[in-house]
């Protein structure tokens, strides 16, 4: 169904794919319960174009990896003090 369709109805699960609009992925993503699966070819420009970012979870290693040495110091003495 589409999320015009959907407009006040609630759903277990959406599942959403193709272009739409900010408006359309709110009315979509509103109407799940338990969760929304969102399928695109191009993540990165998806969450761009719907003014979102990018939540993705990496581990306290892989962090502290992406930090370049100043910033891996000034953590460290951070948590030091």
Not at 27 to 36: C, K, L, N, P
Not at 47 to 66: D, K, N, Q
Request: aromatic fraction near 6%; include cysteine.
């Amino acid at each position: 169904m589409t999320s015009h369709a959907a407009q006040g109805l609630t759903v277990d699960k959406v599942f959403v794919a193709g272009v739409m609009s900010r408006e359309g992925l709110y009315v979509s993503a509103t109407r799940g319960r338990e969760a929304i699966r969102i399928f695109t070819s191009d993540r990165e420009q998806f969450l761009s174009a719907a003014g979102l970012r990018s939540e993705a979870r990496v581990s306290a290693t892989e962090f502290v990896r992406s930090l370049s040495q100043t910033e891996q110091s000034s953590l460290l003495h951070r948590c030091i003090h």
